[in-house]
């Protein structure tokens, strides 16, 4: 059982920058593919970026040029750098880790609010 403890979420106003950061629990943090989705009010949850462990990076086309994910495999922590954020930026993000063959195991941290207005 892995545990995600996401924070560094808040009220920001357009423009600003927010750094997120997710703790793991898991003693194999390496071996674990990452990622952020996030969940606006209404909508559907949207993946925003990944980080494999061979280090590839993606992103959803709206934060391109904008979020920067990455990770500390000593701290067993991710983030995800958040500069020129958007009103629509808005909404709860989450951490994710997953575990490929012959694991095969999800795990989402608990979410953290990001808010973005004047």
């Known amino acids: 059982q892995v545990q995600l403890v996401e924070s560094g979420g808040g009220l920001v106003q357009p423009g600003g920058s927010l750094r997120l950061s997710c703790a793991a629990s898991?003693?194999?943090?390496?071996?674990?593919?990452m990622g952020w989705y996030r969940q606006a009010p209404g909508k559907q949850r949207e993946l925003v970026a990944t980080?494999?462990?061979?280090?590839?990076?993606n992103y959803v086309d709206s934060v391109k040029g904008r979020f920067t994910i990455s990770r500390d495999n000593a701290k067993n922590t991710v983030f995800l750098q958040m500069n020129s954020l958007k009103p629509e930026d808005t909404a709860v993000y989450y951490c994710?880790?997953?575990?490929?063959?012959?694991?095969?195991?999800?795990?989402w941290g608990q979410g953290t609010q990001v808010t973005v207005s004047s």
């Open positions: 994710y880790a997953h575990r490929g063959s012959p694991y095969f195991v999800d795990y």
């Open positions: 898991a003693t194999s943090f390496t071996f674990y593919n």
């Open positions: 980080l494999t462990t061979g280090g590839n990076r």
